[in-house]
């Protein structure tokens, strides 16, 4: 996706995450999706994240993250929600001025994402996409996310989140997960870690001694599985089961 439209995008949702928190009949409304979570939490959470990125981008290439205080977050809905937009139009003026190559800190190493500020943009439209959600499942108007946030996502949480060179603890594996709307993604595990590619058509596995498993769903139902939003139950799966459970418990080191 064009870093354009990254920005676009995280303006759009920004606007909707902001809709379902003023349709919430109180900020201590809890989040379903986020069961430790009130209304206000996650608007904390979202806004907090925001400020923080911001600085990230602007601080450019380092090998930690710059020191940022904790901000004060009002706790009355207006200004709550005045505070939650100068945070987004901090972080998207941040990324706009130092455009989609230059270098910053990220918390992901060695994955198939670079540690520049596009990836950020990348990641972070991802997160206040997922929000969004959490906030309109908590005012009961739950929307799948955008068509092309979500493809996008997909593709984002492989390359971002999963694919890294830490050893996989189990037997060699490949899962293949596929969108209804015509894309398709593959993971390799193995001593050297995962990595992952996109499909330029559903396929399985072509050795009979690795394990595989392969999901379908919509994108949306892809990017809100991976996020934990869904159980693999709402997924087709089909193939080992148990990769799918050996990915969810993976915590890997380095």
Do not use: K
Not at 151 to 161: H, I, P
């Amino acid at each position: 996706m064009e870093f354009a439209d990254l920005l676009r995008l995280m303006d759009d949702r920004a606007t909707a995450f902001r809709a379902a928190v003023a349709a919430a009949p109180s900020l201590d409304v809890r989040v379903p999706t986020c069961p430790e979570w009130t209304v206000f939490d996650l608007v904390q959470h979202l806004g907090e994240g925001r400020h923080r990125w911001a600085a990230i981008v602007a601080a450019g290439p380092a090998d930690t993250p710059p020191p940022t205080s904790a901000p004060v977050v009002p706790r009355e809905r207006e200004a709550l929600l005045d505070w939650f937009t100068a945070s987004t139009v901090a972080l998207r003026d941040a990324l706009r001025e130092a455009g989609p190559d230059r270098g910053c800190w990220t918390w992901w190493g060695p994955s198939q994402s670079p540690q520049t500020t596009g990836a950020v943009a990348r990641h972070q439209l991802q997160q206040v996409a997922v929000h969004t959600y959490d906030a309109q499942v908590a005012v009961g108007t739950p929307q799948p996310l955008p068509d092309e946030v979500a493809l996008d996502g997909v593709d984002e949480f492989l390359t971002t989140c999963v694919a890294n060179t830490a050893a996989w603890p189990h037997r060699p594996a490949v899962i293949d997960y596929h969108a209804t709307e015509g894309r398709s993604w593959r993971l390799w595990f193995s001593t050297d870690g995962a990595r992952t590619t996109r499909l330029p058509e559903p396929a399985a596995a072509e050795r009979p001694d690795v394990a595989y498993v392969s999901a379908r769903g919509t994108a949306n139902e892809l990017v809100m599985f991976f996020y934990g939003r869904i159980p693999a139950d709402s997924l087709r799966v089909d193939g080992d089961r148990r990769v799918l459970d050996q990915l969810i418990a993976w915590e890997p080191e380095g």
